[in-house]
């Protein structure tokens, strides 16, 4: 069987003749009048690149496509046999479903009664995280909670006592400098006033009139005193990288201490891997002897015991004692139990338990000698990546089963749509949810997903259609509002159509009428894309308009901190250049129109400046607002223009920018006021739109906002830890209110030199849609062109403005909390001032009631946004999931890439509330619970002594151990609080791929890359026991990149790639590598530049020379190691996973 569990297809589709959709595709259709894009592009649903889609027959098992109507299917043969992609289904059902039996009565026979753990698990209860005390989880009581690492010598600390040191690299922490206020007058003091008459605006700053109260030019205001010294830049050596923590001492709440654990007999390896008959079964018990065979990495087992050898010896050797492993039994002695999979090490005799699994254990600590725990026998992400690429990579995923789950984010596969959305733009955490609350609780799976809603689409995706019904707008169902779609049943010969979501019964409009087919589907289903597909877009009508007015497009405005550090690290320079190429390529929805989007462009310290550079004038002008405490906007002709229109105008302003604050030594910076300006702007001009600020000190001087140094790191460990990640309330609070309110996205980039409080400056653009971009110690020469590239790709990226976002579901279960960069006025309403590719949204479900088995769970996202031309829109994605009582099901189709995304955001957002031991706590009781619960109710009965993982789940430990060991979760003093709360809210609005790839960087041998091969080189797992001292590797999360050098790489490597003699000449700062003319050179650039290109965020390349100092930095994201501030290695966290589990389970 080459399918893993989880994969179930064939019951499915075999269920499903209608379901093998189109691939013929929409577009070579004849006209379909009524829809805007819909039948337009031909090349949608065609035939993508040879060699990136199958044929469509075998993905639907064997069943040959469904006929389409003929317009769009001209390739595909028809079978005659009009299949219908949606079945007729019950009378009461909305939605026809597969036959589940063949799946479900296989299953049935697996898991034995889930009562037993029930009363013991729901006792503990272990919830979501709750504001405020904890009402759920470990309570001191539970023994079994209050162990969390407090077994042997403390993870990643043994022998060091509490407290001590770590050599390490601790962050400039410098305290808040306070400025001075004195000084000379300002040289540049505030301008302002009646429009430059059109003087060039050169070398020094222009004349200035500040203007107060009033918009129009006012009396020159007497030179105001300006801030003092201007703040060096302080170039700092081996700076942090932003999000990276810096070394430090262990993390002190995690003591592991305590007895060894009686032992654990952890036997048995697994069998290799035998067919199974039958059904797949998750199960995959770990157990026994190391493997040093076919271990993890064997073929996809399905069900098939994978072996969790027992721990190593007891004493300083711990892990890395060689030989035992070798030394276990080579036979793989099967495990009792029905399905032969499960395998039960021989029994070599009990081993001793967790203790020695702790390296550096004291050696009394632990039992009798234990065998070495092979690392490569333990579950791998790495493996789990290439297994899935390797059976669904290149492949064409049709969305026509009901809960499906898609190949992992990963793995390269093209979607064809044929009535549910992409897993880009959703993915859940199962995708067969339990029937009831009392088994969602049972299991303590996260019902959740996560939406993506202007997820790119790779070239050989069909975009998304656009629905016209002009001046009707969308049909919806009159009870609960939900937007047609696939979903709604037509009856009474197409007059009347049941709704998926409420079952209200509805007219069908009179337009809107079809006659229905023999098999009671409308004639012209392949036509209307909200008929058959899962995500397509509506035009909104006036309805959906703010005010019943159009929008006009949107704006964006550049907001540039011209003071002392700004103009002296050459920032400002760096930024007006820029911008003079980055205009010309503002989003459009067509590649090839010129954008709509307008321009304006504020500079400020304590002060603002607005530019009027309307096409007209010879040249700008520039008006300075200083009365920062009722901002306004001083003009509105010619704020915000047509880049195309003023481009001569523009260029001459940013030209002159650098210059005419270049003898300014003012230090001081407003903050607030300047997002208010925007707002205003907006508000002026009727617009949405998107503020791109750039800041590079905290904002000290007196206006709304003001800030002051609030970092504390004796907080740290303590009830109020979470107020470092706090942002004030006040003002702040209320302008995110604002400027969702007038759709002003605010996107900061922050050059900051020492603390910045970004816990309260980053709270607009978290509540915006916005991003935060942080350069510590900013140098034009190591940092400038990092900086670019993430200012390119957030002004081009795709995204729509003031937005409103509902998830609808069908009876039973409803969305309960939304996690992301939102902001919400309601219990229902997801409020985003934009959203753009980049952004998800996770979304938790909770049960009102039993979910039906026979018509699944249906889920409905509605966006209602405004495009970059101005357009409103409705853009829908739908999504149905399966049901069922058996909680197999329900782990058979898990996502643990989702799973762990879910996590990350609940986890984050609990920081705010709750001391973060109590965070950790929950994050590995709820682990251990969900692993129990499928170990009590899912798999075959085996030896308590076995580890038993869901298939689908078998590396959800590793990530978990990696999010534990993330800055914002680690209560170290080591770590930046900055660094902290920007990585707390970069992960709030993470999608999958961005969360997966985080948590689980990549670690990429370069040494021995193949230059002819055209598949990139294979990852290698995140640990330090990959590195070899002869190698060079490359590791990247999505945020940092890290080239490491081994200490004995050859000379011709280093010479090939960096034209130098050897490693020991690599010096000073080098942020790329040279562009050399040889075969190895090419290849290592292009796989790295192929990187920084796909991944949301640029990456600066760091090198790291093994054992040179900051290698530290790069070994913290060695995440299956232990962690540099505290936290698990993977091994012995999965150890103390087991050991909870055991726990629950007796
Ligand atoms: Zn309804």
Request: charged share 20%; hydrophobic share 35%.
């Given at each position: 069987m080459s399918q893993q569990g989880y994969v179930a297809t064939p019951p499915y589709s075999q269920a499903q003749p209608g379901m093998g959709g189109y691939q013929g595709g929409f577009g070579a259709g004849p006209a379909q009048p009524p829809y805007g894009h819909y039948g337009g592009p031909p090349q949608t649903f065609a035939a993508p690149p040879t060699g990136m889609m199958k044929p469509p027959v075998p993905s639907a098992a064997g069943m040959p496509p469904p006929p389409a109507s003929n317009q769009y299917n001209p390739n595909v043969q028809q079978n005659g046999a009009h299949p219908q992609r949606y079945p007729a289904p019950p009378a009461d059902s909305a939605y026809g479903q597969p036959l589940q039996s063949p799946y479900n009565s296989m299953v049935s026979t697996a898991p034995p009664p889930a009562q037993q753990l029930t009363n013991q698990m729901g006792s503990m209860n272990l919830g979501n995280y709750a504001p405020g005390p904890m009402q759920s989880p470990p309570p001191p009581t539970s023994s079994v909670i209050q162990q969390p690492f407090q077994t042997p010598p403390a993870m990643g600390q043994p022998q060091m006592p509490p407290g001590s040191q770590l050599p390490h690299m601790s962050p400039p922490q410098s305290p808040q400098a306070s400025m001075q206020m004195s000084g000379p007058p300002m040289s540049g003091q505030p301008m302002s006033g009646p429009p430059m008459p059109s003087q060039p605006m050169s070398g020094h700053p222009m004349p200035s009139q500040p203007m107060s109260g009033h918009p129009m030019p006012g009396q020159p205001m007497p030179g105001q005193p300006m801030s003092g010294p201007p703040m060096p830049s302080q170039p700092m050596s081996g700076h942090p990288m932003p999000g990276q923590p810096m070394s430090g001492p262990p993390m002190p709440s995690q003591p592991m201490s305590g007895h060894p654990m009686p032992g654990q007999p952890m036997s048995g390896p697994p069998m290799p891997s035998q067919p199974m008959s039958g059904h797949p079964m998750p199960g995959q018990p770990m157990s026994g002897p190391p493997m040093s065979g076919p271990p993890m990495a064997g073929p996809p087992m399905a069900g098939m015991g994978r072996p969790f050898p027992g721990p190593p010896p007891a004493g300083p050797g711990g892990f890395q004692q060689p030989g035992l492993g070798a030394a276990g039994p080579p036979g793989y002695p099967q495990q009792a139990g029905q399905f032969g999979g499960h395998m039960?090490?021989?029994?070599?005799?009990?081993?001793?338990?967790?203790?020695?699994?702790?390296?550096?254990?004291?050696?009394?600590?632990?039992?009798?000698?234990?065998?070495?725990?092979?690392?490569?026998?333990?579950?791998?992400?790495?493996?789990?990546?290439?297994?899935?690429?390797?059976?669904?990579?290149?492949?064409?995923?049709?969305?026509?089963?009901?809960?499906?789950?898609?190949?992992?984010?990963?793995?390269?596969?093209?979607?064809?749509?044929?009535?549910?959305?992409?897993?880009?733009?959703?993915?859940?955490?199962?995708?067969?949810?339990?029937?009831?609350?009392?088994?969602?609780?049972?299991?303590?799976?996260?019902?959740?997903?996560?939406?993506?809603?202007?997820?790119?689409?790779?070239?050989?995706?069909?975009?998304?259609?656009?629905?016209?019904?002009?001046?009707?707008?969308?049909?919806?169902?009159?009870?609960?509002?939900?937007?047609?779609?696939?979903?709604?049943?037509?009856?009474?010969?197409?007059?009347?159509y049941q709704c998926g979501f409420c079952n209200c019964i509805n007219e069908v409009p009179v337009f809107f009428f079809q006659h229905l087919d023999h098999m009671g589907r409308r004639a012209d289903f392949f036509e209307r894309p909200e008929l058959s597909l899962g995500s397509y877009e509506f035009v909104a009508t006036l309805d959906y308009c703010k005010n019943n007015k159009l929008p006009n497009p949107p704006a964006y405005i550049f907001m540039i901190d011209v003071s002392y550090n700004n103009i002296k690290s050459g920032l400002v320079k760096l930024i007006c250049d820029e911008l003079k190429t980055l205009l010309e390529n503002l989003p459009s929805e067509d590649a090839a129109e010129s954008s709509a989007v307008n321009v304006g462009f504020v500079t400020y310290n304590k002060v603002l400046h607005f530019y009027n550079v309307k096409s007209a004038l010879a040249q700008p002008q520039m008006m300075v607002v200083s009365d920062t405490a009722e901002m306004f906007v001083p003009l509105l002709d010619g704020f915000l223009v047509n880049y195309q229109e003023s481009r001569a105008v523009i260029h001459n302003l940013l030209d002159q920018i650098p210059d005419m604050f270049a003898d300014s030594n003012e230090s001081e910076t407003v903050f607030v006021p300047v997002i208010q300006a925007g707002v205003e702007a907006f508000k002026a001009a009727e617009c949405s739109g998107k503020l791109f600020i750039f800041q590079s000190s905290m904002p000290t001087a007196e206006a709304p906002g003001k800030l002051k140094n609030r970092d504390d790191k004796k907080l740290i460990n303590t009830e109020k830890e979470k107020t470092l990640f706090q942002p004030l309330k006040g003002v702040y609070e209320q302008l995110s209110k604002d400027c969702v309110a007038q759709g002003c996205c605010v996107d900061l980039f922050l050059f900051p030199s020492q603390y910045m409080d970004i816990a309260t400056m980053a709270d607009v653009p978290s509540h915006t849609g916005g991003s935060v971009y942080k350069y510590n110690n900013f140098q034009v020469e190591t940092d400038g062109e990092h900086f670019l590239r993430d200012l390119r790709k957030d002004v081009q990226k795709s995204i729509g403005f003031d937005a409103i976002m509902r998830v609808r579901t069908s009876t039973g279960f409803r969305a309960t909390e939304f996690f992301g960069a939102v902001h919400m006025n309601n219990t229902t309403d997801v409020e985003m001032a934009a959203v753009d590719c980049d952004k998800a949204l996770t979304v938790e479900f909770k049960h009102d009631d039993a979910l039906s088995e026979e018509t699944g769970a249906l889920l409905q996202c509605a966006l209602l946004y405004t495009t970059v031309t101005g357009q409103r829109r409705l853009r829908v994605h739908n999504l149905s999931l399966n049901c069922s009582s058996q909680l197999s099901e329900l782990y058979k189709s898990c996502e643990t890439d989702s799973l762990i995304n879910f996590f990350a955001k609940s986890a984050c957002r609990a920081i705010l509330n709750q001391p973060l031991k109590n965070v950790r706590e929950i994050l590995v009781n709820q682990t251990a619970h969900m692993l129990a619960c499928y170990r009590k109710n899912c798999a075959s009965p085996s030896a308590a002594s076995q580890l038993i993982l869901p298939d689908a789940m078998k590396v959800f430990p590793v990530y978990m151990n990696s999010l534990m060991k993330m800055a914002p979760l680690v209560a170290s003093t080591e770590l930046s609080t900055d660094d902290r709360a920007h990585q707390r809210l970069l992960l709030m609005g993470?999608?999958?791929?961005?969360?997966?790839?985080?948590?689980?960087?990549?670690?990429?041998?370069?040494?021995?890359?193949?230059?002819?091969?055209?598949?990139?080189?294979?990852?290698?797992?995140?640990?330090?026991?990959?590195?070899?001292?002869?190698?060079?590797?490359?590791?990247?999360?999505?945020?940092?990149?890290?080239?490491?050098?081994?200490?004995?790489?050859?000379?011709?490597?280093?010479?090939?790639?960096?034209?130098?003699?050897?490693?020991?000449?690599?010096?000073?700062?080098?942020?790329?590598?040279?562009?050399?003319?040889?075969?190895?050179?090419?290849?290592?650039?292009?796989?790295?530049?192929?990187?920084?290109?796909?991944?949301?965020?640029?990456?600066?390349?760091?090198?790291?020379?093994?054992?040179?100092?900051?290698?530290?930095?790069?070994?913290?994201?060695?995440?299956?190691?232990?962690?540099?501030?505290?936290?698990?290695?993977?091994?012995?966290?999965?150890?103390?996973?087991?050991?909870?589990?055991?726990?629950?389970?007796?």
């Open positions: 039960a090490g021989p029994q070599p005799g009990p081993q001793p338990g967790m203790p020695g699994a702790f390296p550096g254990a004291p050696g009394g600590l632990a039992g009798p000698p234990q065998k070495k725990l092979d690392p490569d026998s333990i579950p791998s992400i790495t493996q789990v990546i290439e297994d899935d690429q390797v059976k669904r990579g290149g492949q064409v995923y049709s969305t026509n089963v009901r809960g499906q789950v898609p190949p992992l984010v990963t793995t390269d596969f093209t979607v064809q749509d044929q009535g549910n959305a992409s897993p880009r733009f959703m993915r859940c955490t199962t995708y067969s949810l339990p029937s009831t609350a009392d088994l969602a609780k049972q299991c303590q799976v996260p019902l959740a997903t996560i939406i993506k809603p202007f997820a790119n689409l790779p070239k050989n995706e069909t975009p998304l259609y656009v629905v016209n019904h002009g001046e009707t707008g969308p049909i919806r169902c009159n009870r609960c509002k939900a937007y047609m779609c696939p979903y709604m049943q037509f009856i009474d010969g197409g007059r009347r993470m999608g999958v791929e961005d969360t997966q790839l985080l948590l689980y960087p990549r670690l990429t041998p370069l040494h021995n890359m193949d230059v002819n091969a055209e598949a990139p080189p294979t990852p290698v797992r995140c640990s330090e026991e990959r590195l070899t001292d002869s190698g060079m590797f490359l590791l990247e999360n999505g945020h940092s990149m890290f080239l490491w050098l081994g200490q004995a790489t050859p000379p011709e490597l280093i010479q090939s790639i960096f034209n130098l003699p050897s490693v020991a000449h690599l010096q000073g700062q080098i942020c790329a590598l040279p562009e050399l003319d040889n075969p190895l050179s090419i290849k290592v650039r292009s796989f790295i530049d192929g990187l920084i290109e796909k991944r949301p965020n640029s990456m600066k390349l760091n090198f790291v020379r093994q054992k040179d100092k900051p290698e530290m930095l790069f070994r913290q994201f060695l995440v299956e190691d232990k962690g540099l501030h505290g936290g698990a290695s993977y091994m012995d966290f999965l150890c103390y996973v087991h050991r909870e589990i055991r726990q629950l389970l007796t």
